[in-house]
Structure formats: structure tokens, C-alpha cells
């Protein structure tokens, strides 16, 4: 267990060390911590290969008061923490709006970069636009941080259920509920980045490969950003899952060695 100490709070991160060249960078969801990356973990140390989890700014271990939210500050704390674990070559694997931190911080990460996982990807977009018909409207993410104050257990465990495919175990849904009660109460100021997230210039400016990964059964994440995000970047390939928003959580063993032949296919 370690931290990133910054000017206003700390950022808890985990470094599992390896002496393979890639090491996996874990960003999770938005509310969620770096324990739903176990079983990620476990997969990627079975095979040799190193991984860093990160609690963002707000969730899991991480201090909860920081005033900037923003993904492109929790996408700084990466970078940070990524040259504070001194590894010369990562691979960011980003899980819903941790997809957008992980687009973010490839960007600042440059050369450092050798691959980019989008997992149930908040990213290029979220919403909708003129120009981009997939996702939710920005007045629904805008309503979100009043549903939250109104009636917080209630909709956290609305979010709970949605998080996965219908009928998914319910002791993972208990455990994501879980996990947005714990978020701290500025985690919701995160989410209205997404209302005018537009990161295609990015995503399509990377030479290195990006593998999309999405649930066909996505209710939080329309499941055709997944095959857009692919098609955006100049190295895109798209995996599709019989899952909800969650494939790393609801098919691990799938999940896990999609990663694993992503890793080794950079070698």
C-alpha cells in the first residue's frame, strides 16, 4: 500500500512489481476502488506481469476533501504515480469513466504508453451530440448529482443493480453498493465532466494499440460507444461480452485472458 502525496490530500495506490517490461495500470469506475481489479491482478501476476491500482480522488483509500474532481486532475494523479513507481512502459486499462481518466493520461503519459484497454468506456463521449448519436442525454448526468443528495442509499443502490447484467450474482451487486456509499461526497462532480467529455482528437492522435472492450447488456454505457471508440483510433479493435457494465466482474475468466493475449500481443 502506498501514496501520492499531493499539496491537498493523499492517493492510495497499490504497485504489484514485476520483471516483464509492461506493467497494467488499473483506473476503476467512477465510485468504485481498485479492489474490483483483484481477480485482474491475480490474472496479470499469474502470467508474470506487473499492475498498479489506483483509488481515485474521493474513492476507496483515497483522501475524500480535494476541490478539483476533474478527470483531467485525476488523470494528472496517474501520470504522477506512474513516474512515482519509476516503470518505463504501461499499459492503461480504464473501466467506465476510468476509460476517460485513462485517455487523459496516455496523453500525458507519451512514450511511456504501449497500449490503451477501454473497458465499458465513458470515452470518446458519453452523451449525445449533433455529431455523435450514442449514449445518455447531458440533462440525465446533470440531474445526477441532485438524485444523489435527494436520496442517496436509494439511488446508489438503483446504480448497484445497473451495474451489472440482469440476473448477476447479487453479492456483487451488494458489493458495488457498497462501494458508492463509501465514495465521498464530491465524487459526483467527476460525472459532469462527462456532460461535455469530447476526447476523439485524443484517442484518434495514438499510434499504440487500443483494445475496446463492451457488454452487450450495458445499461450505464451504451454499448456502441464500445465499436465507436474502436473505430476512432488509428490501432482500434473492439471485443464485445454477453455482459452488463461490468465483464471484468461478471465473466473474469474471459475478461482476464482477453488482457492477458492484449499484453503478450505487445511484446
Not at 448526468?141 to 443528495?149: E, N
Not at 456483487?172 to 459532469?192: I, K, N, Y
Not at 471508440?229 to 471485443?239: D, E, I, M, P, T
Request: net charge negative; charged share 20%.
Amino acid at each position: 500500500m502506498a501514496f501520492l502525496e499531493t499539496d491537498v490530500g493523499r492517493i492510495h495506490y497499490d504497485h504489484y512489481r514485476s520483471d516483464r517490461a509492461a506493467t497494467m495500470v488499473l483506473i476503476h469506475g467512477w465510485g468504485m476502488s481498485g479492489e474490483f481489479w483483484n481477480s485482474a491482478v491475480e490474472a496479470l501476476a499469474a502470467t508474470g506481469y506487473g499492475a498498479i491500482v489506483i483509488d481515485h480522488r474521493g474513492c476507496g483509500r483515497s483522501d475524500r476533501a480535494f476541490r478539483d474532481m476533474s478527470i483531467d486532475a485525476i488523470a494528472a494523479d496517474v501520470a504522477a504515480i506512474v513516474g512515482q513507481c519509476s516503470v518505463d512502459q504501461v499499459v492503461l486499462n480504464g473501466w467506465s469513466l476510468g476509460a476517460a481518466i485513462a485517455v487523459a493520461a496516455a496523453s500525458r503519459l507519451g512514450a511511456k504508453v504501449a497500449g490503451l484497454v477501454l473497458t465499458c468506456g465513458a470515452t470518446p463521449r458519453y452523451t449525445q451530440a449533433d455529431d455523435f448519436p450514442h449514449g445518455g442525454k447531458p440533462e440525465d448526468v446533470l440531474a445526477i448529482a441532485g438524485a444523489i443528495t435527494a436520496d442517496r442509499p436509494g439511488f446508489f443502490r438503483m446504480l448497484a443493480q445497473g451495474a451489472a447484467a440482469e440476473g448477476a450474482n447479487p453479492a456483487l451487486t451488494d458489493w458495488f453498493e457498497r462501494a458508492f456509499l463509501a465514495s465521498g461526497p464530491r465524487a459526483s462532480q467527476t460525472l459532469m465532466d462527462l456532460v461535455t467529455l469530447d476526447q476523439r482528437d485524443i484517442l484518434s492522435s495514438f499510434a499504440f494499440p487500443v483494445l475496446s472492450i463492451g457488454g452487450k447488456k450495458d445499461g450505464i454505457a451504451d454499448p456502441a460507444i464500445a465499436g465507436f471508440a474502436a473505430n476512432c483510433a488509428r490501432n482500434g479493435k473492439v471485443l464485445m461480452f454477453e455482459t452488463g457494465h461490468s465483464p471484468h466482474l461478471e465473466d473474469p475468466a474471459r475478461y482476464n485472458a482477453a488482457i492477458i493475449e492484449f499484453m503478450e500481443s505487445l511484446a
